[in-house]
C-alpha cells in the first residue's frame, strides 16, 4: 500500500526542507522508519499548518478560516513509502505508534489513466511479446520435446496457422475429448481455445500441442462454451495417464488452463464437505495435486474479476481467485498489457486455496490470434496463462522436470518476475511480470553450477 | 438409465488397480445408477471418482470410504471479457 507519511521531524531540518538552495532526500527526513520502503525519487515537501485566523478558533474545525504558516517550527514534513499489502489497518497504526516524529499516514492512491478494460482496442501486438521473450529461442528453447496441454474449448489449426505463419503440431493421438464430445483434435471452431494454442506459441512455437476440449461439454443446459468441472477431473487423469508412459528422466507436460467457474451458486458453500472453491479435497483439486506431483507444470488463469473492470459474468462478492485457480501446486496467472500496466478485470488476490496469488502477471489484451474477430484483441488472464504457459514449455525443452521440478521452476517464475505495485509480492501483480531475460540469466547460472 | 441423470460427483477409496465394476459393487449400486462412459477416475491419494444419480449419491452415505457428492460446477473461459449489467 503506498502512503504518504506526515512528519515533525526538528525545526532545523524543516528548514532544510523550505530552503530551497539546500537538496534534502527522503532519507535524509525518514531514514530508518522499520517497516516501510521509504521512497527515494519523492522529494521532501514541507506541508504548512493552518491556524485559525480568529484568536481561539476552534484548532480541530476546517468550517473556518485559517493562514497558513511554514515557519520551521509549525511545518511538517511529507515523504512517501509503501507498507505491506498484508494487514494494512493494523500496519498503519502501529506506524504511527513506533514512531513519534510522523504526526499522520494517508493513502497514497496510484493517480493514472483508467486500466486496460475489456472493451478496449488493443494495447501493442504479439510480436512485440515475442520480442520479449527473444533470448529464449536465441538459447534454443523453443518447446521443441514439450507436451504442452490447451485445456479449452477446442484448437483450430488452421487458424493459427494463418495467424501466426508457423505451423501447430497436434499430437491427436495423445489429446482427448470429453464423454459426448464429438469432434478431432485441431479442427474445432475457431473459439477461445484456438486463441490459446496461438498465444501459447508466441514463446513455444515448437512445442507439441494437445488439445483437450475440456469447455465443449454437452451437459444439459450448457451454453455455447461451458463444461463442467467433472469433465475436468477426466480430463487432468488422462495427462496423468500420459505423464505415466514419458521416461522419469524426460516428463516435459505443460498444463494451460484458461477457465474457472465466475459464480458461487453452481458450489457448496465454503466449509461443507463438497465445496469446491476453498477445499484442497475436492476431486478436482486432489487431481491437480497428483498431476504436479508426477513432473506436470499446471498454470491457471487468475480470472477477470478484477476490481477496476470485472467481467461480467463475475458474481463473488470477494476473493475470487478460488479452487484450482489458487491451487498452492499451481502457478495463478494475473495479466498486464504490453506496458507492463495491470489489465483492470485481472483478478486480485488473496486466493481461496493458497493466499498468496496470482503468483505471476503475463501479457494479454493484444493484437493476435484474431480468433474473436480483425480487431478484436487476445483478452481476458485467458490470453496471459497460455503466454506464461509457452513461457514455460520453452524452459522445459532443455530443462525437463527430472532436472528443474515443478515446485523450483515456480520459484524461479516467482523470484525472477518484474516487480510491480507494492515492493515483493501483492495481490495485484504476484511477484511480478513473467521477466525473460533474468529467467535465462538464471538458468545460465544454474548450468555453469552443474545444475544438469 | 435411471430417470435422474448420473450428475452427482462422488468419490471411494478402493484399491490400486480398481475398475468401475469394483466400485458399483463396493457402492451396493447398479450399473443404471452410473455414468459408465465417465467412468472411475483414479485420484492417486487411494480415492476414485465417479458419476452417480442424486439417488445413488444418497444411498451411499454411510459405505465405507464414500464420500461426497461433490460441488460440479459450471467452467467457462475466461475471455472474451463480458460486459457487465449496466454497460
Not at chain 1, 514455460?392 to 523450483?408: D, F, G, N
Request: aromatic share 6%; proline share 9%.
Amino acid at each position: 500500500m503506498r502512503v504518504m507519511i506526515q512528519m515533525r521531524p526538528e525545526p532545523d531540518m524543516v528548514a532544510a526542507v523550505i530552503d530551497p538552495n539546500v537538496t534534502m532526500t527522503a532519507h535524509d527526513v525518514a531514514g530508518g522508519l522499520r517497516g516501510v520502503e521509504i521512497d527515494p525519487t519523492f522529494v521532501p515537501v514541507a506541508a504548512p499548518r493552518p491556524m485559525p485566523v480568529r484568536a481561539g478558533g476552534d484548532p480541530l474545525s476546517m468550517e473556518q478560516s485559517f493562514t497558513f504558516s511554514r515557519a520551521p517550527e509549525h511545518a511538517s514534513v511529507l515523504v512517501r513509502g509503501e507498507i505491506h499489502d498484508y494487514d494494512p489497518a493494523s500496519r498503519l497504526s502501529m506506524l504511527a505508534l513506533s514512531h513519534p516524529e510522523i504526526v499522520g499516514v494517508s493513502a497514497d492512491p496510484v493517480i493514472s489513466t483508467t486500466p486496460t478494460c475489456g472493451g478496449d482496442k488493443p494495447v501493442g501486438n504479439w510480436r512485440e511479446i515475442e520480442q520479449f521473450f527473444a533470448e529464449l529461442g536465441a538459447d534454443g528453447l523453443d518447446g521443441t520435446g514439450v507436451a504442452l496441454a490447451i485445456v479449452d474449448t477446442g484448437i483450430n489449426a488452421q487458424h493459427v496457422n494463418n495467424e501466426s505463419g508457423r505451423t501447430i503440431t497436434i499430437d491427436a493421438a495423445r489429446s482427448w475429448n470429453p464423454p459426448g464430445v464429438v469432434g478431432q483434435p485441431g479442427k474445432f471452431p475457431v473459439d477461445h481455445g484456438s486463441m490459446c494454442a496461438f498465444d501459447a506459441m508466441i514463446a513455444a512455437p515448437k512445442a507439441t500441442f494437445l488439445d483437450l476440449p475440456v469447455l465443449q461439454s454437452s451437459h444439459e443446459g450448457a451454453t455455447v462454451m461451458d463444461g463442467l468441472l467433472s469433465d475436468a477431473v477426466a480430463g487432468f487423469a488422462h495427462l496423468w495417464g500420459l505423464l505415466e508412459t514419458m521416461p522419469q528422466d524426460k516428463r516435459a507436460l505443460v498444463v494451460s488452463n484458461s477457465w474457472g467457474s465466475f459464480s458461487p451458486q453452481w458450489d457448496f458453500p465454503p466449509g461443507h464437505p463438497g465445496n469446491y472453491s476453498d477445499n484442497p479435497a475436492h476431486p478436482f483439486n486432489l487431481m491437480v495435486t497428483a498431476l504436479e506431483s508426477a513432473g506436470a507444470d499446471v498454470l491457471f488463469a487468475a480470472g477477470n474479476c478484477g476490481r477496476d473492470c470485472p467481467d461480467g459474468r463475475c458474481q463473488f462478492t470477494d476473493r475470487p481467485i478460488g479452487g484450482a485457480n489458487s491451487h498452492p501446486r499451481a502457478l495463478s496467472i494475473g495479466g498486464v498489457d504490453t506496458r507492463g500496466d495491470r489489465v483492470g478485470y485481472s483478478s486480485q488476490g488473496p486466493g481461496r486455496l493458497s493466499r498468496s496469488k496470482p503468483d505471476v502477471c503475463s501479457y494479454t489484451h493484444f493484437d493476435g490470434s484474431h480468433a474473436f474477430g480483425a480487431d478484436e484483441p487476445d483478452t481476458g488472464t485467458s490470453a496471459a496463462c497460455p503466454v506464461a504457459a509457452g513461457v514455460v514449455a520453452a524452459i522445459r525443452s532443455q530443462w525437463p522436470a527430472a532436472k528443474l521440478p515443478p515446485h523450483a521452476l515456480r520459484t524461479l517464475l516467482q523470484r525472477t518476475a518484474d516487480d510491480r505495485g507494492a515492493a515483493g509480492f501483492d495481490f495485484d501483480y504476484g511477484f511480478g511480470i513473467v521477466n525473460v531475460p533474468v529467467i535465462m540469466d538464471a538458468l545460465r547460472r544454474r548450468k555453469k553450477n552443474g545444475f544438469r | 438409465m435411471a430417470l435422474d441423470g448420473p450428475t452427482a460427483l462422488i468419490t471411494t477409496r478402493l484399491p490400486p488397480g480398481a475398475t468401475l465394476d469394483d466400485a458399483v459393487r463396493h457402492l451396493g449400486l447398479s450399473h443404471d445408477a452410473v455414468d459408465t462412459d465417465y467412468g472411475l477416475i483414479d485420484l492417486h491419494d487411494g480415492s476414485y471418482a465417479l458419476m452417480v444419480t442424486e439417488a445413488a449419491a444418497e444411498r451411499v452415505r454411510g459405505v465405507p470410504g464414500a464420500k461426497g457428492p461433490f460441488a460440479n460446477p459450471r467452467i467457462e473461459p475466461f475471455g472474451p471479457i463480458q460486459p457487465g449489467p449496466d454497460e
